[in-house]
């Protein structure tokens, strides 16, 4: 089975610091992985995915993730935050179109 | 033009009763999903249908029915409604099915309270 596991459940940071949202998986096979961003009361949308090639993966709004396959990690990041980058970031992988969450790390940027 | 929408946005019921929930998405595409957010943010999907067909049906209680009248609306009927009911249900659509590699497009989320 796959899991996907998100460490930290809440990242406060200041308005224009970097930030790293942390995500490590387990699985014995190649994955698809994703990184989705919830606003408030809104549903899921993609910030960036890695399929295969390059494992620094560049998405929306400045966010970026690098693969690593001996970590089994896909940490996201983004140099310097905005506060309109405070939501809940939830990374997954996919494995014959079957979606695996995990449980989000709100992401409360201040300024 | 929502891509993904979703009815009601908000459910209170009270346990016992019967509801349903509506989906429909206008991006064209061949799959959409049945996720279940739980009070810690875990989401879960619940089915899965691609082309009016059941792909993905996962450990979930028969009480829940999902229903594809066509690939564009997959609904989602609920029988007796019990309090552990109680989350965010979330539709989603994608291109295509089978792969895995797709993004999935999210509707705004369905808020279910059973009281």
């Known amino acids: 089975a796959q899991s996907v596991t998100q460490l930290d459940s809440q990242v406060p940071v200041f308005e224009e610091a970097p930030v790293e949202l942390r995500c490590n998986y387990s699985?014995?096979?190649?994955?698809?992985l994703f990184w989705y961003v919830q606003y408030p009361n809104q549903g899921l949308q993609l910030l960036l995915k890695?399929?295969?090639?390059?494992?620094l993966v560049k998405g929306i709004n400045g966010f970026e993730a690098e693969f690593n396959k001996s970590q089994t990690s896909f940490h996201l990041r983004k140099p310097s935050v905005h506060i309109s980058d405070t939501a809940e970031y939830f990374c997954?992988?996919?494995?014959?179109?079957?979606?695996?969450f995990g449980s989000g790390t709100k992401l409360n940027v201040k300024p | 033009d929502t891509a993904v929408s979703q009815t009601p946005k908000y459910l209170v019921t009270q346990m016992g009763n019967d509801k349903s929930i509506k989906c429909e998405q206008n991006?064209?595409?061949?799959?959409m999903y049945w996720y279940k957010q739980d009070s810690k943010k875990f989401l879960k999907i619940m089915f899965s249908?691609?082309?009016?067909?059941?792909?993905i049906n996962e450990t979930v209680p028969n009480r829940f029915s999902p229903k594809s009248p066509d690939k564009a609306h997959l609904n989602l009927h609920i029988n007796s409604l019990e309090l552990g009911d109680s989350a965010v249900y979330f539709c989603?659509?994608?291109?295509?099915?089978?792969?895995?590699?797709?993004?999935?497009?999210f509707g705004p989320g369905t808020r279910l309270t059973v009281l």
């Open positions: 989603a659509s994608s291109q295509v099915s089978g792969a895995g590699t797709d993004t999935q497009y």
């Open positions: 991006l064209g595409h061949d799959t």
């Open positions: 249908y691609n082309n009016k067909e059941l792909i």
């Open positions: 699985s014995s096979v190649s994955v698809y």
């Open positions: 997954a992988v996919s494995k014959i179109n079957k979606f695996y």
């Open positions: 890695y399929l295969s090639g390059s494992t």
